[in-house]
């Protein structure tokens, strides 16, 4: 029985544009036609490791490898380290690369040109592949920042595209998408930029801008690039950056997102500001994308095709969601808590791992940063729960890039949208998250990154602190004009200090108060904003100042004590 085989590229106008590079259209033929030349120039064996970082050059290196039977390996980054897991010994994995002065240590490499040779006459030839052919392994990072191989079959992306193409032209009210220009911000070794930029124009009939944008300005360049009807490809980071930026942006008729759920609020901004339908993928490297919604429209998410999605129990008797049919492979749980409206239809609560508990009440940290990225003012913004733990309880910190806010206003912010547990004693101004080109944060790398802001011995850190309303000491401190004793507000600005790694080595389990001075009282109520200013030289001391408001309440200098 001969192998089942598909087409490596959807049936479509030969002549029309597959992709666009620098505003100079490449047709599906000539496309083909690079294949055939490029195919017989790759090294015999494979896998190869498609570095590439153009578009079109990743969609040619892509094409090619299949036409020879193998597969491709879509790394997260080019990082050496990285590099250095693919190669197997003994292995005959080579790379792909277009850029002449990226180092592929380990191993061979072809150099795509950026700039083909014009194909020749003939007419061209498309080819078809084995369905059940290992196409690609995604390598992407994850939520833990450990890259797994995630291995899809070329039956597996060709539905997987072709149940994409049914629900976007469906809600754009076109037959077809052909004619459809996506503009990705996503890099394409990712797997919803593989599935809705390259993928969506190999195998769903629209075309792709060969770049990866990254800047506002550059974004609409690209955009303007290219003829409408267009698309933008991107997420919820690089979407709200987008919009701040102020720069304006040429119409589009469809705006995709996904790694992260955005906010109706973003999404209808996005719709005013570009004129298009804001439609939201959901899904997995595991699975691929296996749903949609409009969130402007509802909160509901709907399956693609005939997939279904239903709850189950794990061995350990933890509940999970599972997606299963159409070209998923195999029966496919997702690392989120849903509520199931029916089999088909799904709300999605947050992730799975990122659920907290403080003070006996629960949440989940999407849901913080959600609401702590939709204050006005916040660029970014991320809650972080740490290890250690005060007077019984876990306290969240809030990092932010806000250079026009403050603490107290991002405090006041939060407390009218969260429930008080889950507002953060420390609000920790930053410049930047070390996000990935999809504009993920993974949990590894907010960890590294958040002890690495609170244990920078030297720098400066400020922190933030509620007063209770409630607290005991107001009873006896004085009735009818209450304040916090002198003793509590210094045992505030110990517990902030010892809460910073760095800091707490600096002073030692045994501090000394070396001077301190009461300026002005603290009420019940109160946002203390306390600086903590680590001292140079050899007497490793650290002077702190609380404020409230923009009053001077406490001043002083802890020393380091004795080990005995």
């Known amino acids: 029985m001969s192998p089942e085989l598909l087409p490596l590229l959807a049936e479509r106008d030969l002549d029309a544009p597959l992709a666009w590079r620098a505003g100079v259209p490449v047709s599906a033929r000539e496309f083909l036609a690079d294949v055939a030349r490029l195919a017989p120039q790759l090294p015999d064996g494979g896998p190869v490791v498609n570095l590439c970082t153009d578009r079109y050059a990743f969609a040619l290196g892509l094409a090619a490898a299949l036409v020879r039977g193998q597969a491709s390996l879509l790394p997260p980054d080019a990082r050496p380290d990285t590099l250095a897991r693919l190669v197997e010994p003994g292995s005959l994995t080579y790379a792909v690369a277009d850029d002449a002065g990226l180092a592929t240590p380990g191993m061979p490499r072809v150099l795509i040109e950026h700039r083909p040779p014009p194909a020749g006459p003939g007419e061209?030839?498309?080819?078809?592949?084995?369905?059940?052919?290992?196409?690609?392994?995604?390598?992407?990072?994850?939520?833990?920042?450990?890259?797994?191989?995630?291995?899809?079959?070329?039956?597996?992306?060709?539905?997987?595209?072709?149940?994409?193409?049914?629900?976007?032209?469906?809600?754009?009210?076109?037959?077809?998408?052909?004619?459809?220009?996506l503009v990705a911000t996503v890099p394409v070794q990712h797997s919803y930029g593989l599935e809705s930029s390259a993928l969506l124009a190999m195998l769903g009939g629209a075309a792709f801008e060969s770049g990866r944008p990254f800047f506002p300005a550059d974004v609409a360049q690209a955009l303007a690039s290219v003829p409408q009807p267009r698309a933008l490809v991107t997420t919820p980071f690089h979407l709200k950056t987008l919009l701040l930026s102020g720069i304006a942006l040429p119409p589009v008729d469809l705006i995709l997102s996904a790694t992260a759920p955005l906010s109706p609020q973003l999404a209808a901004q996005a719709e005013q500001a570009m004129g298009g339908r804001m439609i939201e993928i959901y899904g997995s490297t595991e699975s691929g994308q296996v749903a949609t919604r409009r969130p402007t429209r509802s909160e509901v998410w709907e399956t693609f095709g005939e997939i279904r999605v239903h709850a189950e129990h794990d061995a350990a008797g933890a509940e999970r969601f599972v997606f299963a049919g159409d070209f998923v492979p195999e029966p496919t749980p997702m690392a989120d808590v849903l509520e199931l409206v029916d089999d088909r239809h799904f709300r999605l609560l947050g992730r799975a791992n990122d659920l907290i508990h403080v003070a006996g009440r629960?949440?989940?940290?999407?849901?913080?940063?959600?609401?702590?990225?939709?204050?006005?003012?916040?660029?970014?913004?991320?809650?972080?729960?740490?290890?250690?733990?005060?007077?019984?309880?876990?306290?969240?910190?809030?990092?932010?890039?806000?250079?026009?806010?403050?603490?107290?206003?991002?405090?006041?912010?939060?407390?009218?949208?969260?429930?008080?547990?889950?507002?953060?004693?420390r609000v920790v101004h930053v410049n930047a998250f070390p996000r990935e080109g999809t504009g993920k944060l993974t949990a590894r790398a907010l960890r590294e990154f958040a002890l690495a802001q609170l244990a920078s011995d030297g720098t400066p850190v400020q922190l933030t602190h509620e007063v209770p309303l409630d607290h005991p000491a107001f009873a006896g401190h004085f009735p009818g004009q209450p304040l916090l004793p002198g003793a509590l507000l210094l045992a505030e600005v110990l517990e902030a200090a010892q809460g910073v790694p760095a800091l707490a080595a600096r002073l030692g389990p045994r501090p000394t108060l070396a001077a301190a001075k009461f300026l002005a009282p603290v009420r019940p109520g109160s946002t203390l904003r306390i600086d903590l200013s680590p001292e140079s030289g050899a007497s490793r001391g650290l002077r702190f100042e609380v404020r409230v408001a923009e009053v001077v309440a406490a001043s002083g200098r802890w020393t380091p004590g004795s080990e005995a």
């Open 124 to 181: 061209p030839f498309v080819p078809t592949i084995a369905a059940s052919l290992h196409a690609v392994s995604l390598l992407t990072s994850g939520s833990t920042g450990t890259p797994q191989p995630h291995a899809k079959s070329w039956k597996t992306l060709v539905g997987d595209v072709a149940a994409a193409v049914g629900r976007l032209s469906a809600l754009l009210g076109r037959p077809s998408l052909a004619g459809l220009t």
């Open 362 to 425: 629960r949440s989940s940290l999407g849901y913080l940063n959600h609401h702590l990225n939709s204050i006005p003012g916040v660029e970014d913004g991320a809650f972080w729960l740490p290890d250690d733990v005060t007077d019984g309880v876990v306290r969240p910190v809030a990092f932010v890039v806000a250079p026009t806010l403050d603490a107290h206003g991002i405090i006041a912010a939060l407390r009218e949208r969260l429930e008080a547990v889950f507002v953060p004693r």
